[in-house]
Structure formats: C-alpha cells, structure tokens
C-alpha cells in the first residue's frame, strides 16, 4: 500500500514502531490489572510472600492506621445494590445530559453498564481527635479501587468505552458540625489530599487513547478533571440538615502559609556522563510542590553543590495532612534525572515557626539540601501590613466567587457602533447570539491571573469557587475580575476592586454584589473577599524543636590535659552535653558556677577529654543555662575525669566500664551495671552518644561524638571505628559505620546516622553500637574494643538525650 501510494519506507516503520509500542501499552496494562486482581483475592498470602512495600496496605507501616475489614464486608455486601443503582443512573441523568451538550453527542447511547463483582476498598482509616477542632471528626480512608467494570457506549457507530479501573488515592472526609439532635452531623465535606492515582483500561475505539504519546495526555487530562472538583482546596460538600449554612464549610480559611527558602544543596550524585564511562558534573533544579500547587527551581548548571537563594510561598489549607514535597533533578536534552527527593509534614513546621536545616535526600546514594522553612499564620491585624523591604509577600486575599446576575447574551447588548451591526447581518451569528452565555471568570491581582469553571448557558450563572492570592501590597494593589463568553471569547462585564476598600473594614471583609462596568446596568456579580496579614510568629523559646539541626560545621575546642596541648575539630554543630563522671551522685550535688571556668583535674593521668562536644540537639535546648563544677573526690585508684558544662534537661549516668581483662571485650550493658569495675578499676573506655527522634524527618538521629579512654589491643595501637545496629535488624546493608581514625584512643568522629522508621516502631527496638579496631586482614589482634546496647523503649527519644 505504501508503495502504491508512493509513500517512504519510513512511514512503514514509523506505523509499525507505533503499534508495538500500543501493544506494549495494552499488555502492561493488563498485567497490572491481573496483579492488582491478585492481591486483592487474598492479601494475606500477597503480603506473607513479600511483595514490594509499596503495594502494602497503610496499617502495616502507620500503627495509627486502622483496618477496617468490617466496613469493606459490608461494602462488598451492598456493592451489588450499588451497581444497579448507578445503572439506572447512568441511563436516565447521564445519557440525557450528553445528548444535550452538542449536536454530534445526540447518538449518544449506552449499550452496556456492568459494575463487576469487584468493589472499593479501605485500607485503612485514620481518625484525627488532638489536632482538629472539638465540634468535628476528620477520617482519612485509604482508597482502593481495583474494578472489572465494563461500561461501553455508542456514538454514530463508534463503540467507545472502559474495560477495568484502577484508583488509589486518600480521601479526607469531615464531618461538622457535630450537633446535639439528629442527624447529628451538619454537613459531610470530601476531598482529596493529593491527586489520586487513576489507570483505565480503555475498550472498543477509545484503545487509540493509548497509543503513546496520546496516552500520558488523555491520562494527565482525566486527573485534571478529578483535581478541578475533588482535590484539595476543592472539596464537595453534602449538608445533611435543613437550612445548613456550608458556604464556610465549602470555602474555609486556609490554615496559614508555608515560605520555603530554597537555599542550597551539597554532595549531589552526578548523572551525567561521557561516553559512557567518564562522570560529569549534573545541572540540578528543584520541583517543590503542596499539593496540586507546584514550582520550579532555576537550573544551575554543571555544579553538585548549586547554591539557589529562592524563595517560594503556598497556601496551606489542611493541617494535618498536606506535605512539603521537594524533588531534585538533572536537566538534560532528553530525559531530567532524578537526583533525590525529600517529604516534609507541615505539621512539625507549624509547630516551630522556623526550621533553617540540612536534610538528608532518599531514594538516592547521597546529598544534603539546606531549606528555611517559615510558617506564617493568618492574622485579622492591619498594623502587620507593612509593605515588605525584599519584595515578599505581607497579605494573602481569599475571593469566594458565588454567581452573577443578569449576564448580558453578548457584548454586542451594550456595545454601540458600525463594527457590531455588521455583524449580526449574519444569520448564523445571530443564532448564536440568542443562546446564553457560556461564562467564565479571570481574576487577576498583580501578574497572576485565576480561571474559573465555565458554566453553560446561563444569564445568572452560578460558579461556587475559591481562589488565594499573595499581596505585596494592600494599599496599593487591586482585584480585576473580567467575565467572558466561552462561545465567542468575548467579555460580558468587568470590574476592578481596590483592595484598600477591605482596609476599611474592621475585620478586612467585603461581601457583596460588585456592579460590572462595560455591561448591562443592572449586571451584578457576587463576591465574598477576605483580607489577612501574614505574620511570622517567634518560636516558643520553652519548645523542644521536631527537627534535628544539621547545620555547617563549626570549631570546636579539645583541651588535652597530657600534654597541655590544645587541638580543633570541626563537628557538625556545637552545643553543650553532660559528661558522665564515676560518682554521678556527687555531680549532682555540684555548686553552680560560670561555664566559662577552665576545668582542672586532680589526677595527672586523666586522657584527653574535650570541654564542647557535639550534639544533635537544637539550638533551643543549647540556651540553656548549664551547670558547671569541679570535680569532686573520686576513689583512690580510679582516674579523675574532668566535668563538662551540664544541661538541666539532661539525665546523668554512670561511666561505661569493664567486666574483665583485655580480651573479655564482648560485652553488654544496660541501666542496671553501668557501674562494674575489674579488679584493677581501669575501665574499657567510653564512647559520647547523641540520640534523637526527628519528628520532622520520621528518623531517629544518632550522632556519634567520640570515644575517650579506649584500651589499646595491641602495641602497635588502634585504629578504631563504631558499628551502629537498630536490633532486630542485623543485615549487612542497614549497618552504620563511621569512618577510620588512625593511631588514637582518643578519636573524635562528630558522624551523624538516620534510620527512617516511625516513632512507635522505633520504641520497640534498641541500638547495638560496637567500637571496633580496623585491624589487618592476617592479624591476630582483638577486634571489638567495647560495646553497649542502648534500650529505646525507655527514652524520651523526642526530647532527645546525649552522654557517655
């Protein structure tokens, strides 16, 4: 046929590359549908044989998270019910109302409507009591719809239609107000906390929808839809008593803003290459998204620690619940790489106020991005409107767009001249000039402008939206809103409102009908617009922060008593921690005096011990004021250790010391024999330890400070390092380990390690830390110089703790 027609070859093996990629597709997605099948016959034997975590249900990582098997028996038991309902449905609303939208739908028919045997599913639901307001219940269901539905119509002959659905999404559903008499509950609110995952097995015509290329469109056009009725801010809202006001149910205040200072990255991995073989340097750029709302980084070319300096800012409407999300990634001709991600909970943010750290990026081998966050609250007060020095945002307006009233058909109403009677000679036109309008709103502040949904044919239309704007300046700035005919692009009435009239106003709100100018005389439009400061609140200086700051190191001071010496490290963050001294009654008892004092001990013998050591701790609890003495007397025989300056906050503990001679080093210890010398009262060493649960992060933090007073093993001296475990887990790729200090008893490692686990699961485990001595392969030499074994169960691991 080709040939016939004269055609290159190309087209040939263009068409064939085509159909095999389709049909790849098609097969793809068969099999997704087939494994999706299979796990939901039976999740047990799915989950006993170890499939991938992400396709297990919520409850087994979040212990908040509930199943609900009695909830999904009874949806399996109605689904029937349901699926008879939705057909009828489906035949008497919807057909009729296809028909109706065009000319070439008015075939439209449904030939088959089959709900399957398959129904949704809950994975489970997560109940918020602590966080919300008392007069509501907010429910998190974990969606899972996995559907052999089969729906196919008919349209001028062409058979179109949907063979197996698959959704997964988390579905928010409020529940307020709660009353006092029936139904109990005012209104029910969903929506979607993110855009949910939707794949559609096409049948019959609409397979061409997954021809590549068309695919990736029809798919993003689909969730686009959901997103514009059901994904936050958007929100359905369903009153279930008489004469409910829910326009502040549908259209709430947001929660507050988040400000993100995206200000720079480290040791970023390198994706790009030569050849090959030789590795390049990448082109990093950040996407940072709260959900549906997105922004893009500028890209710094061929750097692995870019440096950015930008400042973003988004509305944050629901608290709990809406993440930060920051996505790094390698600019190329053809495909971006991805570089690592990082997920932040708003909630920790919120409580803070300010976060300025380092955070450590998944899903890759390596690299550290360094992000201010701010957390600006909503506030009623015109003093905070002060226009800001650095161009950002003072105000955030919030336009409740309800309906208008009396839309003229057409511009040509109130427009008079030539240029109009000209065209309406046509006839054609002028039909199309009797219909309604189809109109849409643009409201601009600034540079940026918002759409709003189209309603159809209607003189008084009604849209029901939300729309947030950041203002730099109130007093200066105004609302411009342009009403326009979908039909023929033409503008039906505008408006401009200054947003110095909301300063009038006590509470900075207007809600009115808004006359529009180039229209009718009594054309009206219907807004509510709320005006609010941002105001960036000081921390509670009494508040232990979620985050671990891991900020740039800094010089720290070590004072070696030997040799009167004085040596510097550079740890990651300098704070002040308690040393653990043999009579920790005695230390207690200790007057207060001034930190700065120079510590001396009585025993000439003491090792080296540093006066500032570091910690994972915030800056918070390093203000506070330290308690600081000399040492008292110690048993003749054992050596002195000099104190360190003291936190209030921190428990003391015994040393760590030995159980027996040199080569008895294996051993453990806990709370209760902290306190054991051997027979010459020369202990085993101690190792400095920093442990912490980053709420911020879902990661415990230890921080490895150093080790002092180690036993060598050998003549020729130690080369020591430390093992970390998170008992039970002993495999070799969840080990931690520092790095190699040469010839030292003494070493100083200032090494931070994460183990990404939630909060209870991590209180059911414990930490197994090993010093060890990087021997040569063929010695003899011992190995393990110490360890200790640390039980989480019994710490304040939010709070945190740091010791010897």
């Not at 096409?202 to 959901?226: E, K």
């Not at 009908?513 to 400061?533: G, T």
């Not at 800056?619 to 936190?647: D, F, I, R, W, Y």
């Not at 085993?684 to 912490?692: A, H, K, N, P, S």
Request: net charge neutral; with cysteine.
């Amino acid at each position: 046929l080709a040939g016939y027609l004269g055609l290159s070859g190309s087209w040939v093996l263009l068409a064939l590359a085509l159909w095999l990629c389709w049909g790849l597709n098609r097969r793809g997605k068969r099999d997704r549908l087939a494994a999706a099948f299979a796990l939901l016959e039976d999740e047990r034997e799915a989950v006993c044989r170890g499939l991938a975590a992400r396709h297990l249900p919520a409850w087994v990582h979040f212990p908040d998270v509930e199943r609900v098997e009695w909830l999904n028996k009874v949806l399996v038991q109605a689904w029937p019910y349901f699926g008879t309902i939705m057909e009828k449905t489906f035949k008497e609303v919807l057909e009729p109302k296809i028909r109706a939208k065009s000319v070439h739908l008015k075939t439209c028919t449904f030939t088959k409507i089959h709900f399957g045997e398959k129904c949704p599913r809950i994975n489970g639901i997560k109940a918020y009591t602590k966080e919300i307001d008392r007069r509501q219940v907010t429910l998190d269901l974990q969606i899972c719809y996995i559907g052999d539905c089969e729906i196919h119509m008919d349209i001028s002959k062409f058979n179109l239609g949907v063979k197996g659905v698959q959704l997964y999404g988390t579905l928010r559903v409020i529940l307020e107000p709660l009353l006092t008499d029936a139904p109990f509950v005012g209104a029910v609110t969903l929506f979607f906390m993110q855009k949910p995952h939707l794949e559609i097995n096409w049948a019959g015509m609409s397979n061409l929808l997954d021809v590549p290329g068309i695919n990736v469109m029809s798919d993003s056009l689909i969730q686009d839809f959901i997103a514009a009725r059901l994904v936050l801010p958007n929100r359905i809202t369903v009153p279930l008593k008489k004469n409910m006001n829910i326009a502040h149910l549908r259209f709430p205040v947001p929660q507050g803003v988040i400000r993100v200072h995206l200000l720079e990255a480290e040791n970023l991995v390198q994706k790009d290459n030569f050849l090959g073989a030789i590795r390049g340097k990448s082109d990093p750029y950040a996407f940072l998204r709260v959900g549906t709302v997105q922004y893009r980084s500028k890209t710094v070319s061929r750097d692995l620690n870019p440096v950015w300096n930008e400042t973003f800012e988004f509305v944050v409407h629901e608290v709990p619940g809406q993440d930060l999300e920051v996505d790094l990634y390698d600019e190329d001709p053809d495909k971006d790489d991805f570089m690592g991600s990082l997920l932040i909970g708003l909630v920790d943010v919120m409580n803070d106020r300010t976060v300025d750290e380092w955070f450590p990026l998944s899903k890759t081998t390596s690299g550290h991005l360094h992000l201010k966050l701010e957390w600006l609250s909503l506030v009623n007060d015109q003093e905070k409107l002060h226009e800001d020095k650095k161009g950002l945002s003072t105000a955030i307006l919030i336009v409740y767009l309800d309906s208008a009233f009396n839309l003229p058909k057409n511009h040509f109403e109130y427009s008079n001249g030539e240029c109009g009677a000209k065209k309406i000679k046509n006839n054609k036109y002028l039909k199309k000039m009797e219909r309604e309008p189809s109109s849409f709103v643009l409201l601009t502040v600034g540079n940026k402008t918002q759409k709003s949904k189209t309603c159809n044919f209607s003189k008084d239309p009604t849209w029901g939206q939300a729309f947030t704007f950041f203002v730099h300046s109130a007093h200066s700035q105004s609302l411009h809103i342009e009403i326009k005919d979908k039909e023929r692009d033409s503008a039906l009435g505008t408006s401009v409102v200054c947003l110095s009239h909301l300063l009038q106003d006590p509470n900075m709100t207007l809600d009115q009908r808004f006359q529009l100018d180039h229209s009718s005389s009594d054309s009206f439009i219907k807004m509510k617009l709320v005006l609010r400061a941002l105001n960036v609140e000081e921390p509670d200086p009494q508040r232990v922060k979620a985050g671990v700051n891991a900020s740039k190191p800094g010089p720290v001071r070590v004072t070696e008593k030997a040799g009167n010496q004085q040596k510097f490290a550079s740890p990651p963050q300098v704070s002040k921690v308690p040393p653990m001294t043999k009579d920790s009654a005695a230390l207690e008892s200790l007057p207060e005096k001034d930190s700065g004092e120079d510590l001396d001990a009585k025993d000439s013998s003491a090792a080296p011990v540093p006066s500032e050591t570091v910690s994972g701790l915030d800056e918070a609890e390093g203000k506070q004021n330290p308690e600081h003495g000399p040492p008292s007397a110690l048993p003749s025989g054992a050596a002195a250790v000099p104190t360190l300056p003291v936190l209030q906050e921190m428990r003391l503990a015994p040393s760590v010391t030995s159980l027996g001679s040199l080569p008895s080093s294996c051993f453990e210890l806990s709370s209760s024999n902290l306190d054991i010398h051997n027979g010459t009262e020369m202990p085993l060493g101690e190792i400095q330890l920093t442990v912490r649960y980053a709420s911020i992060r879902q990661s415990l933090v230890v921080l490895v400070n150093g080790c002092r007073n180690l036993v060598p093993s050998s003549n020729r001296g130690v080369d020591p390092y430390v093992r970390i475990y998170l008992l039970p887990d002993r495999r070799w790729t969840s080990r931690k380990k520092t790095s190699v200090k040469k010839k030292t008893l003494n070493p100083q490692y200032d090494e931070k390690f994460e183990f990404f686990e939630s909060l209870e699961n991590v209180k059911k485990r414990s930490l197994d830390i090993a010093v060890k001595n990087s021997r040569p392969f063929i010695s003899q030499e011992r190995k393990e110089l110490g360890k200790v074994r640390i039980d989480l169960s019994q710490e304040d691991l939010i709070k945190g703790f740091a010791q010897w």
